[in-house]
């Protein structure tokens, strides 16, 4: 007994048409994805990326599309975040599993921040979103706004610059501040 359908052109099962199906599917592998990607502009991709979220916000809102943003964000953190998650993990400890005994991209109030340890927020600023505001012009307003916000609600903000980052400053900082709040 047969599963498949035949071929839709030749009416045949195992066709010519088909078989070069199975082959292009199996050639379209995360590899080929990443190479494709590579040759396609990045002010497109950005675009993309803002149509695409626009699009979630008017469909299912402000909040879940925030929510689904920290979700890709927590599976894939910025070269800057993963340096500082190898710091906290250090200073601060992980658990049995080996997850680190903060938050990552915590949900307070109407925002989000990178991480969360007792009563501090620790903003990741990149210099590529945070320095460079051609396309966010907005941002400086909007980060002042955060950080208002999560001061009110009784959290201490620490800001690290990648400049501090690169430069192991920001471990000193993170040192200071969350070894003596253990």
Request: some cysteine; overall charge positive; proline content about 2%.
């Amino acid at each position: 007994m047969r599963i498949s359908k035949p071929c839709r052109q030749c009416k045949v099962y195992d066709c010519k048409h088909k078989i070069a199906g199975r082959n292009r599917a199996k050639a379209f592998t995360r590899d080929f994805q990443i190479e494709a990607r590579s040759h396609v502009r990045h002010d497109s991709l950005v675009e993309s990326g803002k149509a695409g979220y626009a699009a979630l916000v008017a469909k299912k809102g402000r909040l879940y599309a925030g929510r689904k943003a920290a979700d890709y964000r927590r599976s894939n953190p910025s070269d800057l975040e993963q340096i500082v998650i190898g710091w906290l993990d250090e200073i601060i400890g992980t658990n049995k599993l080996g997850n680190g005994l903060y938050s990552r991209e915590m949900e307070v109030d109407e925002f989000f921040v990178d991480f969360a340890y007792k009563n501090f927020c620790i903003e990741v600023h990149g210099s590529q979103w945070h320095e460079k505001l051609e396309l966010r012009q907005d941002q400086p307003a909007r980060d002042k706004r955060k950080y208002k916000t999560l001061t009110s609600l009784g959290y201490t903000v620490v800001i690290l610059p990648e400049s501090d980052i690169r430069s192991g400053e920001a471990k000193e900082i993170l040192i200071k501040l969350l070894r003596g709040s253990k």
